[in-house]
């Protein structure tokens, strides 16, 4: 069993600040499609499903980068992906972003800009700082609980990581808690002999070097 609560925990009709990994390629402007439009709508559609306002927090690239861009075009594409409108809103914790959340009906989904974008977001700090930064602090108290299902940037010492979960309820998404069990079963299986595993995300240059 995880060690932790997961959606299926969730009481009916939240409001919830749901952290996605929606970071992907970016060709001449354009944001490429990839696998995790699709991993992450089944959570976002889940829980817009089961009546649940739901706002979307993911991050784009790094500041200085060229692809650092606007989330703009991620809500085009993981709308298609959840099958129901993903609206977006260019703003993060200010007045903006405050008014589309409050607006929100039960099963309507937002997303807002690009959380590094916030300067708040990126500085490596430990939870409880964190949990005190203006980012957090403003944006907190519009929500009844906090889902992560961003696992591959869960390492990460970020605010919208690791602050929100020690001001709100929080639970994992069903990409959290999917890789979750497949990472830990491995602790139980039973091999034949000596075995050498080669772990690693997506990007190829980083699993090359391993390698």
């Given at each position: 069993q995880p060690m932790f609560r997961t959606i299926d925990d969730l009481p009916a009709e939240q409001r919830l600040l749901v952290r996605l990994d929606l970071n992907s390629p970016v060709e001449d402007g354009e944001v490429q499609d990839n696998r995790r439009f699709s991993r992450h709508a089944r959570t976002v559609r889940e829980l817009a499903e089961a009546g649940h306002r739901v706002v979307c927090l993911a991050h784009q690239g790094r500041p200085g980068r060229d692809t650092f861009v606007s989330l703009s075009q991620h809500a085009e594409v993981l709308s298609e992906h959840v099958g129901r409108e993903v609206a977006f809103v260019a703003d993060i914790h200010g007045e903006e972003a405050q008014a589309a959340i409050v607006d929100l009906e039960p099963g309507e989904i937002l997303l807002l800009e690009n959380v590094r974008m916030c300067e708040d977001e990126l500085p490596e700090k430990d939870p409880k700082t964190h949990a005190e930064s203006e980012f957090v602090e403003t944006l907190a108290p519009f929500f009844d609980a906090y889902v992560n299902?961003?696992?591959?940037?869960?390492?990460?010492?970020?605010?919208?990581?690791?602050?929100?979960?020690?001001?709100?309820?929080?639970?994992?998404?069903?990409?959290?808690?999917?890789?979750?069990?497949?990472?830990?079963?491995?602790?139980?299986?039973?091999?034949?002999?000596?075995?050498?595993?080669?772990?690693?995300?997506?990007k190829a240059t980083d699993v090359i070097g391993v390698m």
């Open positions: 299902d961003a696992y591959s940037a869960a390492h990460r010492k970020h605010a919208s990581l690791v602050g929100f979960p020690l001001v709100l309820p929080a639970y994992a998404g069903r990409v959290m808690e999917s890789e979750y069990e497949a990472n830990t079963a491995i602790a139980t299986r039973e091999f034949d002999g000596p075995v050498t595993m080669v772990v690693g995300g997506t």
